[in-house]
């Protein structure tokens, strides 16, 4: 089963894209609540 190389350009910018939004939405949360990270980390 071969990805064509039109599906790896979709698929690259996507999982950057979320690696992102994560780590912005972590960095918030840290902002927000920092109880409740401290606890999870």
Do not use: H, K
């Not at 071969?2 to 939405?25: H, K, M, Q, T, Y």
């Not at 920092?34 to 999870?40: D, N, Q, R």
């Amino acid at each position: 089963m071969r990805i064509g190389g039109g599906a790896v350009l979709l698929i690259v910018p996507l999982i950057a894209i979320l690696l992102f939004g994560a780590s912005v939405a972590w960095r918030q949360l840290e902002t927000i609540d920092p109880i409740m990270t401290g606890s999870i980390r």
